[in-house]
């Protein structure tokens, strides 16, 4: 049923056939993501397939599977983000359809689909922007650095001395 994974696929081909897909792309090949990351070693398992769509435009649906390493904000050590995300993505469909349907649409380079890219914006987008251990208290300072930093009042004969200089 799953054929070895391409890094692009003929849309309108793939749809005739109707075939799934299913491989592993190494993060370090992805280097858009690589830099919101901690490190470039992981793997993402993906499983997909192309779709004719109940809309006027083909549609690849598929899964990502990964546990990608990040630095927690809170204590700044590495952590294991683990993702999965499903996707459904038009393919060339125009604006109103987008609209219609509420889903997203990626656009064909001549006719071909970049899976590599495809799963690569799929998890820019669904990487939280900050993250954190789930243990609040993974860094004992941290209740300390967060406190506000004393309001520093001038000393106001400090600006008269100023004023004196100039
Ligand atoms: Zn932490």
Same mark, same amino acid.
């Given at each position: 049923m799953q054929d070895k994974l391409r890094r692009r696929y003929q849309i309108h081909k793939e749809v005739s056939r109707g075939c799934s897909y299913g491989g592993k792309i190494r993060v370090r090949d992805l280097t858009r993501l690589a830099e919101?990351?901690?490190?470039?070693d992981a793997t993402i398992e993906v499983e997909f397939e192309f779709i004719r769509s109940e809309y006027d435009a083909p549609m690849v649906k598929g899964r990502l599977d990964t546990s990608l390493l990040v630095e $927690?904000?809170?204590?700044l050590k590495v952590m294991e983000k683990p993702l999965a995300i499903d996707f459904s993505l038009l393919v060339d469909a125009v604006d109103e359809l987008v609209t219609e349907s509420s889903l997203d649409t990626i656009y064909s380079q001549d006719g071909y689909v970049d899976i590599f890219e495809v799963a690569e914006d799929e998890l820019i987008l669904g990487l939280p922007l900050v993250n954190m251990h789930d243990?609040?208290? $993974?860094?004992?300072y941290w209740s300390a650095q967060e406190q506000e930093p004393e309001a520093t009042l001038e000393n106001p004969f400090s600006v008269l001395d100023k004023l004196k200089i100039n």
């Amino acid at each position: 049923m799953q054929d070895k994974l391409r890094r692009r696929y003929q849309i309108h081909k793939e749809v005739s056939r109707g075939c799934s897909y299913g491989g592993k792309i190494r993060v370090r090949d992805l280097t858009r993501l690589a830099e919101f990351l901690y490190s470039d070693d992981a793997t993402i398992e993906v499983e997909f397939e192309f779709i004719r769509s109940e809309y006027d435009a083909p549609m690849v649906k598929g899964r990502l599977d990964t546990s990608l390493l990040v630095e $927690c904000q809170r204590c700044l050590k590495v952590m294991e983000k683990p993702l999965a995300i499903d996707f459904s993505l038009l393919v060339d469909a125009v604006d109103e359809l987008v609209t219609e349907s509420s889903l997203d649409t990626i656009y064909s380079q001549d006719g071909y689909v970049d899976i590599f890219e495809v799963a690569e914006d799929e998890l820019i987008l669904g990487l939280p922007l900050v993250n954190m251990h789930d243990d609040v208290a $993974c860094n004992k300072y941290w209740s300390a650095q967060e406190q506000e930093p004393e309001a520093t009042l001038e000393n106001p004969f400090s600006v008269l001395d100023k004023l004196k200089i100039n």
